[in-house]
């Protein structure tokens, strides 16, 4: 009837047709179900942590969607309001582009119907992402992005972020130098350099580093470079040849480990080290790194060293390990189960399901929230978390140790950076 | 009338059916995914079309025409976020200037040829990409992005409803394509085929190749813009990998080549067939992460591909062609055993 040619045409079209129509999406048969869509990068340069972002709504949402009593956080027991209620979620993927995040957040709220969103990692996609939720009326959870400017748009209603800012850790940094210059002999820290990805979670963090070493650190060294390089060389150079005595760098993933195997090739290191986010706090970069990640510094959200301080996370953690292959929570992560977690608790309080009323509960109280370093979230206008919180830490023999503040500090720092022929 | 009804009469009437059908889309939902599909059909669709002007048509393969669509987006993402103004004069000075832009980089360009002019003009899209992510004056890495401003067609920018933005793309769509119709009957578009087919030949024919070559990038560079310009107000946010970026030179590259090349319907059936695609994976698989829904995209596009490297419409053709073999085969048989 049909020739070869046509019939292989006409098979193609059938796939493709099913395929389109087969997948499963998920279950709405229950009647008390809140969908959450989330919105990550899980394919692209930072796939890696878009992935551990996704797993870490997902651990939320199997401790408030079982009964949990081992878990001490608060709903794991699954008493009260929400009794009954099931949250579903709806993932897609942002490949870090604005447009394709933006182009989904319209689609989790007018097709899949979503209730909230949860995401989007990178700063410039929940930019535009945030905006099409704030015009929907619907609550935007802001878990790791860390542009200052996200919540310096007063104008937001719907808009919620419990990260710390690159605002915030800028300021930390420039705090740490001081410190080292007091207590350490001979530290004499004068001249800063900055290294950057050249996005725009590089261009805010370098611009927030600037703006806290104004008048007091020499900046010699400003050097972007593009995420996603093949080689770092020439921007190393740059740096070995200013010398800088402090390094602040803004460096995402792969990036970090390359950054740090070129300086050793170099045979290059400043006096001091300290990072932004998730390329130092990342453990499986820590690890594929081996020694030569040592001395370090970076703010830290997060990390297995901190349980002590924050018992609850043991057993929150092995649900998100069993997700992730056994890699641990970072700062990044752990930052998207608390975002769940604090909605939840909103919903809870506010007994309803009406976005305007949960986001006016969300500003009105403060959070118990055992997986934050300060034990607990509030939000100021723009949806900033007051209590957001890192503790500087120092990656020695492979572990996150904490130097900074003292009072929270278990290690000295070790200070200079042993150079590289001596490790 | 001594002309008789042919198969590709019947596709045009078709076309054209559908066109004047479009207006009465957004009764399908303003805000729906299939209405956000609709509009990127058009738009890429718009888009391939500019590039089909010198790539298609020219035989001058471009893989810098991110640029031009860069500058047309930034145009009006600057007038609306660093002036305050409307984006209709940014989107302007950004047509004007992706024609500038074109001619003086063009220039040195269609000196080389081949293989050697595709290269060139990669490294186009990298030089301006690097130096609009150091120009503080266009917003740098950080990019701009757009407060909220009154809706409407003074503004171009729509929240709620999607309608605006289609209606917007439908012209954009008609504009592109009636331009390019109208030059496929004009001299300039044989001037410019006999320029792809044999510069030598068509020079010693009386031809300026590089005047007819500059002309096309020109016009090719400024509907690009435009086509950029609409881009930055769908999205309301504009930064150098969004606009800038081989990634999005492939595209316009991508979909006329799997459409077909220098003709008029390739562009649209390209984005017709690939953005649906693109989208619908995305939006089944893409939650599952491990790029699943990029991975069936790619195949399905090789598969396309390698059945046919001259694109759909070549399918197409080829079909009409074997029924036309095989009906003047059957008349042939007939008239010989009348004979």
Sequence with gaps: MFKPRMKFWIVAAVAVALMLGAAPGPSLAQDKVIKIGTIFPLTGPVALAGQRCKAAVETAVDILNNKNPAIKVPLADKKGWLEGYKFVLVHTDSQGKP????????????????????????????????????????????????????????????????????????????????????????????????????????????????????????????????????????????????????????????????????????????????????????????????????????????????????????????????????????????????????????????????????????????????????????????????????????????????????????????????????? | MNKTFRRTDLLWLAFTGLIALAPLVPAIGSNSFLMHVLILVMLYACMSQAWNIIGGYGGQTSFGHAVFFGIGAYGAGMAVVTYGLPPWPGALAGIVSAAVVAVLISYPCFKLSGHYFAIATFAIVEIFNRMFLVWDWVGGALGLDYMIVEEGFANLVWYDSKTGYFYCALTLFALIFGIVRFLEGHRFGYYLRAVRAGQETAESLGVNSTAVKLSAMALSAALAALCGAFFVQYNLRVDPAMVMSLDMSMKFVLVTILGGAGTLAGPLVGAAVLVPLQEFTRAKWGGLGGGVDLIIFGLLIILIVVKQPAGITGIVRDIAKRRGRKAAAEKGGASLGTA
């Design chain 1, 99 to 423: 447009d394709v995040g933006k182009a989904e957040a319209e689609r989790l709220i007018n097709q899949e119907g979503v209730w909230a969103i949860i995401g989007a990692y990178n700063s410039a996609v929940s930019g535009p992402a945030s905006l099409v939720a704030e015009r929907a009326k619907k609550i935007f959870m802001c878990g790791a992005s860390s542009a200052a400017s996200l919540t310096q748009r007063k104008e937001m209603k719907y808009f919620f972020r419990t990260a710390s800012t690159d605002e915030v850790e800028s300021q930390e940094f420039t705090d740490v130098l001081a410190w080292l210059n007091k207590t350490q002999k001979n530290a004499n820290l004068k001249t800063l350099g900055i290294i950057y990805e050249n996005s725009v979670f590089g261009k805010n963090a370098a611009q927030q580093a600037m703006k806290a070493a104004a008048g007091k650190y020499q900046i010699v060294a400003d050097v972007p470079f593009n995420p996603g390089a093949t080689n770092l060389n020439s921007e190393i150079q740059t740096l070995k040849a200013k010398n800088p005595d402090a390094l602040f760098g803004a460096v995402l993933g792969a990036d970090y480990a390359l950054m740090v195997k070129t300086m050793k090739k170099m045979n290059w290191l400043p006096k001091v080290s300290l990072n932004y986010c998730s390329g130092y706090q990342d453990p499986v970069i820590a690890k594929q790194l081996g020694a030569d990640a040592d001395f370090f510094m970076g703010s830290t959200g997060y990390s297995p060293e901190f349980q002590s301080m924050m018992p609850a996370v043991a057993e929150v953690e092995k649900i998100f390990k069993s997700k992730t292959g056994g890699v641990p929570y970072d700062s990044d992560s752990i930052q998207e189960t608390i975002a769940m977690l604090v909605l939840a608790q909103a919903i809870e309080k506010a007994k309803s399901l009406d976005s305007t009323k949960v986001a006016e509960t969300l500003y009105a109280n403060t959070w118990p929230s055992p997986l934050s370093l300060s034990g607990k979230v509030a939000f100021v206008p723009g949806g900033q978390n007051k209590f957001a919180l890192s503790i500087i830490t120092q990656l020695q023999g492979g572990k996150y140790k904490k130097v900074f503040p003292t009072e929270k500090a278990d290690t000295k720092p070790v200070f200079p950076m042993k150079p590289w022929d001596k490790r």
